[in-house]
Antibody, heavy 121, light 110 residues
Framework: QPQLQESGPGLVKPSETLSLTCSVS??????????WGWIRQPPGKGLEWIGS???????DYNPSLKSRVSMSVDTSKNQFSLKLSSVTAADTAVYYC?????????????WGQGTQVIVSS | QSVLTQPPSVSEAPRQRVTISCSGS????????VNWYQQLPGKAPKLLIY???LLPSGVSDRFSGSKSGTSASLAISGLQSEDEADYYC???????????FGGGTKLTVL
C-alpha cells in the first residue's frame, strides 16, 4: 500500500485560508480507481469527513463545509491538496488524508499520520 | 451531533467480550456498507472492519462486525489491554452524498 503524508502550516490566523497537501509515495495517485480524501478531528472529538477527490479532478464535499472547501490534485507531483477558507477556531483539528475506493461500499483503507492545525491569531 | 450514533464509552475486563453499537438510518447504514476504525491514543485511525463484517489482512480475528437493518455492531472477544482505543463506525450517506462517522466509542479494558 502507498504511504500518505500530510504537510502544511500548523498555525493559521482566523479568517485566512488553511492549505494542506498530502503526498503519496509508493504508488501512483492516478494509476487506479481510488479516491483521495480529507478527514479532520477537533481536539477531543470525533472524525469528520471534509471531502474527496478523484485523480481526474471530480470532487465530493461535505455539505456543511462545501462553501469553504476546495480540493485539487497534482498528478505530476503525486499529491492532492485541501484549501479551507475563512477559518475560525472551530476549524482547529488534526487533519488526515486518506484513500478510499469509489462507490458506497468502500472504505478508507490507508491513512496519513495526520497534521495538527491550530487557528489562532 | 454525529449522523451515526455510538455509545460514548464501554468497558470490560480482560479476556471478556464487548460489543459496540452503531445506529443510523435508511440513507446510510440501511443502504450501504458499514466500516469500523480503531484509533489508538495519539495515532491515526486504522481500518478494522470493512463491508460490514470483513477483516483486512493483519487484523486479529478477535474482532468481528455485523449489520442488521439500520444498525451495526462491532464485537471484540478475548479483550486485551492493547485493545484500549477509540472505535468509530462509518458509512456512505446517500442523502448527504458523503461519508458519515459515528461519534466514537472509547473502550476501556478494566
Amino acid at each position: 500500500q502507498p504511504q500518505l503524508q500530510e504537510s502544511g502550516p500548523g498555525l493559521v490566523k482566523p479568517s485566512e485560508t488553511l492549505s494542506l497537501t498530502c503526498s503519496v509515495s509508493g504508488g501512483s495517485i492516478s494509476s487506479s480507481s481510488y479516491y483521495w480524501g480529507w478527514i479532520r478531528q477537533p481536539p477531543g472529538k470525533g472524525l469528520e469527513w471534509i471531502g474527496s477527490i478523484f485523480h481526474r479532478g471530480s470532487t465530493d464535499y461535505n455539505p456543511s463545509l462545501k462553501s469553504r472547501v476546495s480540493m485539487s490534485v497534482d498528478t505530476s507531483k503525486n499529491q492532492f491538496s485541501l484549501k479551507l477558507s475563512s477559518v475560525t477556531a472551530a476549524d482547529t483539528a488534526v487533519y488526515y488524508c486518506a484513500r478510499h475506493g469509489g462507490g458506497a461500499t468502500t472504505e478508507f483503507d490507508n491513512w496519513g499520520q495526520g497534521t495538527q492545525v491550530i487557528v489562532s491569531s | 451531533q454525529s449522523v451515526l450514533t455510538q455509545p460514548p464509552s464501554v468497558s470490560e475486563a480482560p479476556r471478556q467480550r464487548v460489543t459496540i453499537s452503531c445506529s443510523g438510518s435508511s440513507s446510510n447504514i440501511g443502504n450501504n456498507a458499514v466500516n469500523w476504525y480503531q484509533q489508538l491514543p495519539g495515532k491515526a485511525p486504522k481500518l478494522l472492519i470493512y463491508y460490514n463484517d470483513l477483516l483486512p489482512s493483519g487484523v486479529s480475528d478477535r474482532f468481528s462486525g455485523s449489520k442488521s437493518g439500520t444498525s451495526a455492531s462491532l464485537a471484540i472477544s478475548g479483550l486485551q489491554s492493547e485493545d484500549e482505543a477509540d472505535y468509530y463506525c462509518a458509512a456512505w450517506d446517500d442523502s448527504l452524498n458523503g461519508w458519515v462517522f459515528g461519534g466514537g466509542t472509547k473502550l476501556t479494558v478494566l
